[in-house]
């Protein structure tokens, strides 16, 4: 099933880690075999995991799109789970760390990424009032 992306001018988008940068008009592309694909905006930067969910995200992401960095990322992940979950008590944050854990365990990075997405808004609006 081949996946059709549109790209805004200028968009970056990784695919089996390597970044395309689209030009100065909009684009359509499709991928027609499985690949490895981040949009820009879901490519977080080692200077962004700055927050305990986002610590959780770079490792994983890191796992999707180089699979040679698995060892040394399981890990950092494994790590960072741990932690965030023990300093949580939320009932739906701690079903998505399990939810999250076990896509990590069955190797589907993309999913789980999604769920840590979602751990990542659930950690913006409780630290929304810190300064």
Known sequence: MALNLTLKPGERVAINGAVIVNGDRRSDITVENHARILREGDIMQPAEAVTP????????????????????????????????AGAVSNPDALSK???????????????????????IAFEKTRLSHVA
Request: charged content about 25%; proline content about 4%.
């Open 53 to 84: 969910a986002r610590r959780i995200y770079f490792p994983i992401m890191m796992m999707y799109l180089d699979p040679s960095t698995i060892e040394e990322m399981t890990g950092e992940y494994e790590q960072r789970i741990k932690e965030f």
């Open 97 to 119: 760390c399990a939810e999250l854990a076990a896509h990590v365990a069955n190797q589907n990075y993309y999913k789980a990424l999604g769920v840590c997405r979602a751990l």
